[in-house]
Every structure is written in structure tokens, then in C-alpha cells.
């Protein structure tokens, strides 16, 4: 079938970036944090089964924002190619890497292929052990782009501001509960309004649990922590 | 039956998505990976000894259930192996003890463990216990091939049930068949002889320590009678493996609570 209309690359192509952009930046935002103990995972999240922030295999976490079906779409085909990896070949052979890969390599072909890209950015984080290796953050974006930070990441809806905050705020080995202070304080920059508990998800990849390292934070204790921080 | 893989549109899409099964998985994507899938030779040739696990057990009690196994593995008339670990964490609530063939057992226990994990993360909850036993059920009957050819793996699968809340084992045969038992079973060359033992000597709701006497007491019984089931070994210091699954998780029982109990029941029959 003939193409009705001719539409030059470059204009597709920037359209597509604009229409992926525009429903990210509708979407609520997440951070990632390192410190002293592992990496920890805030998410503006008032659902509390529909989660953001989920593991993947051991050392590995996943965060995804903007629509709900295309992330966790992603997530699953991560967990199946981290279980299949580990599967034929052994658990400490599934990294965060060849993960982050495969996801940039999927959004790249969904952008460049499909008609509609997907409107999401997803963080895979993977925390190192105990004798120096170091985190690794892997932010991919709807086109395939593909970064990794250091120290922190944000991605959501105004994130720009976000990172400026933890640019600034951000301190080497802090300590669990500084951690999360932190991570929520630059998750209000955006608001005029506090949040609680109950809007936010809070997961951590912690260095100190046995062989599955991925950990929820319970409403109670975020609680906790929360009003002592203040 | 799962719908065929041609089917169109939204439907397919629909099935691969919700698949939270690791088997199917593989079945779909690397089926030289799952057990039973190799070519099985086409005679009726014979399959070279290979290493056998020998006797493993469950039986509930108080917390919940104890899994205990010796260490040895046979080939024919000759030790595999004498450190063999034959009862594995399947996830936090329940565990495998293989008998039969090692190697294809081992791997069974190993794709087990990743189907449950892959089942929890994929749907966010844990997989009822009723559903754990089914699972690894079927996982017996994809091996069928390999039972014609002798390599035979019996499990037992014991576990802690949150829904239920209590412990629970199943036995199979090697159709897959599952059976739940009440109370204990024992598995493997020297299972007679153990499930004689833990016959006279099992009681309802025993307390941890004497729920231990007694499954350390039918693994030595089942040593004593069965040339496949290595006894302790206090010189070498290879002591039976005996695993606690509770409502607060698998757990192992530390080496020297297993010692003393394995001294005691020698002492008490004048052989140490």
C-alpha cells in the first residue's frame, strides 16, 4: 500500500521523541540512591499492588515510569531473560549489563519500527558486593538511549529539577535512613504538598542479605522513618 | 492443554504474557534445556552406572517439618561420592530431598528452584503449596523418558503450608504420580528401612529436638540394613544433612546439634 502522505525521517522521528517525552513527563518520578549498605529505590507510588520498583534476580532491580502495561511488560521479558541466563549458565553469570543492553536494544527497535514508541524510561540497577565492586545504574530511555550514572538517577515527570536537587544534596556512604530522607525530600521538590507513606514505594537492594539482595520497605517502617527524619 | 502458539492477535499476546511458568518457558525457548528432553537412545541399550542418591525422609512435627538424608551416593556396588547434599531449599518455605539418579535429580531440584522464584517474581506472590507439589509432579513426568531408560528420580517434597498453617510432605512415582502422607515417608534404597524405624518411633506434634532423635535414629537404622546409605561418619566428621522448614523459613540444624543426637543413638545401641 502506498504511503499516503511523504513524511521526511527527521520530522517522524521528532514526533515520535515529542509524543514519548510528552506521556513520561505526565508520569510520577523515581529515584535511585546509593548508599552505605547497597542501592535504595523511592518511587511516587500511591498503588500499593501495582508496584514501580521490582526485583529481578539477585543482585538486580528494575524501576520503570511513564505507562503501566509497557513497563511491566518489560519487566517480565527482563526477569525471563535474567532466569533463562542463570538457568543454563549460573546465578553470578546474569549481570546488570547485558540486561540494560537487551532493554536498549528493545526500545530502540519499538522506536524506530513500531508506529507508537513506548512512553517509559526504566532504570536497572544492579548492587556490587562486599569487596569493592562497585553499583552500577543503567538508565534507558523510550528511544534506546542508554546512560549509566553514578551516585543517584531520577527519571519521570520533571526530573530535571529532581537531579539538580540530589546534585546537590547528595553525599558519598550515607546511612540507610539519611538515604530515604533524601530520596523523598527530592521527590517533594517537584509538589506543594508532603508525602507520606502511603505515596510512596520504597525498595532497596541490600548488600547484606543472603543471595537475593532485593528488599521491600514496609509502609510501618517507611512511617517510622519518615517522621523521625523530619 | 495451554492454547497452541498459532493462534492470532491479542490472544497470543495475551497467553505470552501471562505464562508465569519457567518450564513452559524453556520448553518454548530452549527445550534442549529442560529434563527428559534428550534423545533417548533408540535400543534398549543399557545406561552406564551412574551415581545414586540413597535415602532421604520427611516427617512433620511441631513447627512443622524436619527433611533429613545421609551423604552417600552408590554406583552399583561402589561409593559415588561421600559428601552428597541431597535435600535442597526449593524456596523459604519448602524443600526437595532427591533419591534416584543424582545427576538428572540435581537438575530437577535446580529447575524447580528457579520455576518457584520465577513464579514469585513474575506475579508478585508465592505459588500455594498444593501448587509447589503439582509443579514438581509434573517436572517427574517430563523425565518419564529418561525412568524407561533407569535413571529413575523419586523426590519428596516437604514444605510449610501459610495457607493451611501447618507442614505438609508428598511422595511421587515416577509417572509423577503425587501422594500427600500424614505423618513421614522415607525415599530411596535404604527407605524401607527407614520408614520401618520412624513407624515405631514417630509421634504426633513432637517437640523439635525429639522430632530430630528421631529422623537421625531411621537414617542410621536405614545405614545399618542398606549397603547404599552411608551412617555417620564420626572419624571424617560426615554427618547426615537434616533440614527444618517452619513458618519462619528452611532452615538448616547445625552441624553439632546433629552430632550429639548421632552420638547418642550410637552410644544408646553400645557402638561408640
Redesign the interface.
Known amino acids: 500500500m502506498p504511503l499516503p502522505y511523504y513524511v521526511s525521517p527527521e520530522q517522524m522521528m521528532k514526533d515520535k521523541a515529542e509524543y514519548a517525552r510528552k506521556g513520561i513527563s505526565r508520569g510520577k518520578a523515581i529515584v535511585a540512591i546509593e548508599y552505605r549498605d547497597g542501592v535504595l529505590l523511592v518511587a511516587e507510588n500511591p498503588s500499593t499492588l501495582l508496584h514501580k520498583v521490582s526485583e529481578i534476580y539477585d543482585r538486580i532491580a528494575f524501576a520503570g515510569v511513564g505507562k503501566y502495561n509497557e513497563f511491566e511488560n518489560l519487566r517480565v521479558a527482563g526477569v525471563r531473560h535474567a532466569d533463562v541466563k542463570g538457568y543454563s549458565y549460573s546465578r553470578g553469570d546474569v549481570s546488570a549489563k547485558s540486561l540494560a543492553n537487551a532493554y536498549s536494544q528493545a526500545l530502540g527497535n519499538i522506536f524506530t519500527q513500531d508506529i507508537k514508541p513506548f512512553e517509559v524510561e526504566v532504570l536497572v540497577v544492579e548492587v556490587g558486593d562486599n569487596n569493592e565492586t562497585k553499583n552500577e545504574i543503567y538508565h534507558i530511555l523510550y528511544d534506546g538511549t542508554i546512560e549509566d550514572e553514578k551516585n543517584y538517577a531520577a527519571m519521570g515527570g520533571q526530573s530535571d529539577e529532581i537531579r539538580r536537587y540530589l546534585k546537590d544534596n547528595y553525599q558519598e556512604n550515607l546511612d540507610f535512613s539519611a538515604a530515604v530522607t533524601l530520596g523523598v525530600r527530592a521527590l517533594m521538590v517537584t509538589q506543594n504538598k508532603t508525602l507520606t507513606e502511603r505515596d510512596l514505594e520504597v525498595a532497596v537492594l541490600d548488600r547484606g542479605k543472603e543471595r537475593r539482595k532485593f528488599r521491600r520497605i514496609p509502609p510501618e517502617v517507611l512511617h517510622q522513618l519518615l517522621t523521625d527524619g523530619k | 492443554m495451554l492454547p497452541d502458539r498459532s493462534s492470532f492477535g491479542w490472544q497470543q499476546g495475551f497467553f505470552d504474557?501471562s505464562t508465569s511458568s519457567?518450564s513452559e518457558?524453556?520448553r518454548q525457548?530452549?527445550p534442549h534445556?529442560l529434563p527428559g528432553h534428550r534423545d533417548a537412545p533408540a535400543e534398549e541399550s543399557a545406561v552406564p552406572a551412574v551415581p545414586h542418591g540413597t535415602t532421604v525422609l520427611a516427617l512433620r512435627y511441631r513447627d512443622g517439618v524436619i527433611m533429613a538424608g545421609d551423604r552417600q551416593a552408590s554406583e552399583g556396588y561402589q561409593v559415588a561420592h561421600r559428601r552428597i547434599e541431597k535435600i535442597f531449599k526449593a524456596d523459604d518455605l519448602s524443600g526437595v530431598g532427591i533419591a534416584g539418579a543424582a545427576g538428572p535429580a540435581m537438575e530437577m531440584a535446580?529447575?524447580f528452584q528457579?520455576e518457584l522464584?520465577?513464579y514469585e517474581?513474575?506475579e508478585?506472590e508465592n505459588l500455594s503449596l498444593d501448587g509447589k507439589a503439582n509443579r514438581l509432579g509434573s517436572m517427574i513426568r517430563m523425565n518419564l523418558p529418561m525412568a524407561m531408560q533407569g535413571l529413575i528420580v523419586v523426590p519428596i517434597f516437604a514444605g510449610f503450608d501459610e495457607r493451611a498453617g501447618l507442614g505438609r510432605l508428598f511422595k511421587y512415582d515416577v509417572t509423577g504420580g503425587r501422594y500427600e502422607e500424614a505423618d513421614y515417608f522415607a525415599q530411596g534404597s535404604g527407605g524401607k528401612d527407614a520408614r520401618d524405624s520412624l513407624k515405631k518411633r514417630f509421634k504426633r506434634d513432637l517437640p523439635k529436638d525429639e522430632a530430630l532423635r528421631v529422623a537421625i535414629e531411621a537414617l542410621i537404622d536405614a545405614s545399618d540394613e542398606d549397603l547404599g546409605t552411608g551412617g555417620p561418619d564420626l572419624i571424617r566428621n560426615i554427618l547426615p544433612s537434616v533440614k527444618t522448614i517452619t513458618r519462619s523459613g528452611f532452615a538448616e540444624v547445625p552441624e553439632d546439634e546433629i552430632r550429639r543426637h548421632c552420638e547418642a543413638v550410637l552410644n544408646d545401641r553400645g557402638r561408640l
Request: positive net charge; glycine residues 14%.
Open positions: 504474557y519457567f518457558l524453556l525457548g530452549a534445556l535446580r529447575l528457579t522464584e520465577h517474581k513474575v508478585g
